[in-house]
């Protein structure tokens, strides 16, 4: 019997550990997991407390104790409510109708079901996280030991009990502090990842995460347009306010990109010291330079406060490319973009120029030289 209960959490631990790996494989991988994540943690515990019922300790008359109840609270740990639920009921119906169909397969499997609702709705008010989980597992333990004692039939009830109550604690903290520990070391990954990819100044996106964003924009065929934003006169502006006052007007423009963002359907990064990228999803030539339009004259004829109560008029050049018309790879777009500034910049303040004009003017000056 010693070797089957080792056998038995052996494989508990081994589906699970092996399952939270996929999970957070593919929440790093598809940001669109976390909407069906719920529903694939109830199925993928559903699938180990069968696997845990296949190698379960075999008592007499039908009675069997594994650690299928692990499986099922860690689903709530790791999925919320959706996922205690799913797991519960499917584990139930599994228990009273494919595993030696007989009352006390429905007396277990129907306690599963119950105990899966009234988790479900505890949760709602009480989610399940690392601190309250030990509360779940002690009604849990507690209501199906009890199950078990009072079953009739067969011999020695109280061994079963305690054998039960032993497999379900030490399993689930065996699984508890393991878990706890990845968890911590993924939420580390993470935050460095995140810092990696951001602007320590305006905690925009960087020059990294933006080229990353480029290279899938293109990958999906789909037209969009690039804006790089050059603040105009930024040094002189430094120099009359301070160093101080120009991180904050750089955090502030950064503020209004992101608004701008949320309503353009755009990606904002900081490129370098004074220049700002905007990503402009599904933006024909036209629609970038309108966007482009609308943008410089938003951060033109709004003001921009500083800390010492000073109001500053802030003026940008723009330059505006477009994907496929001016490039089909990352640096074919970004030296496209750079030129177009360029020749707003020296335009003068407060100008938006697309590579196709620039490319026309090209044109029409080759055209006067031949003749």
């Known amino acids: ?186 939420e580390r990954i993470r935050v460095i990842e995140k810092l990696s990819e951001t602007d320590y100044t305006t905690n925009l996106p960087n020059n990294r995460k933006f080229d990353n964003m480029l290279e899938r924009a293109i990958k999906t065929q789909q037209p969009f347009s690039l804006l790089l934003i050059d603040i105009d006169q930024f040094k002189m502006l430094n120099l009359r306010y301070g160093h101080e006052a120009g991180d904050e007007l750089l955090r502030e423009l950064a503020e209004r990109l992101k608004s701008f963002s949320k309503t353009h359907l755009a990606f904002p990064a900081r490129i370098s010291g004074e220049e700002f990228s905007l990503l402009c999803y599904d933006a024909a030539p036209a629609v970038g330079v309108h966007y482009a339009t609308e943008l410089m004259l938003m951060i033109r004829d709004e003001p921009f406060m500083v800390s010492n109560g000073e109001s500053v008029q802030l003026s940008v050049s723009i330059g505006v490319a477009s994907y496929p018309d001016n490039g089909e790879t990352v640096k074919e777009l970004t030296n496209a973009v750079d030129e177009a500034m360029n020749a707003a910049s020296v335009l003068g303040r407060s100008h938006v120029v697309h590579l196709n004009q620039v490319c026309h003017e090209k044109q029409r000056a080759l055209k006067k030289q031949n003749l």
């Not at 669109?32 to 845990?52: H, K, Q």
């Not at 597992?137 to 199906?144: D, S």
């Open 1 to 186: 019997m010693t070797l089957d209960i080792i056998i038995n959490l052996s494989v508990m631990f081994t589906f699970i550990i092996f399952s939270y790996f996929v999970l957070e494989y593919y929440h790093e991988k598809r940001p669109d997991f976390s909407d069906l994540r719920p529903f694939i943690i109830g199925v993928v515990a559903t699938g180990i407390s069968l696997i845990l019922m296949q190698t379960a300790i075999n008592f007499e008359k039908n009675i069997f104790v594994d650690t299928r109840n692990i499986s099922i609270l860690i689903s709530g740990l790791l999925g919320g409510p959706a996922a205690i639920l799913l797991s519960s009921i499917l584990v139930g119906f599994f228990r009273m109708f494919f595993f030696e169909v007989n009352p006390t397969s429905f007396m277990a499997g129907g306690t599963t079901i119950v105990l899966g609702f009234i988790f479900f709705f505890l949760s709602f008010k009480k989610p399940i996280n690392y601190k309250n989980s030990h509360f779940y597992l002690a009604i849990q333990t507690i209501v199906t030991a009890i199950l078990l004692f009072f079953l009739e039939g067969y011999k020695n009830p109280l061994f079963v009990s305690i054998i039960f109550v032993i497999m379900n604690v030490t399993g689930f903290y065996l699984i508890y502090f393991v878990l706890k520990l990845f968890k911590r070391q993924f």
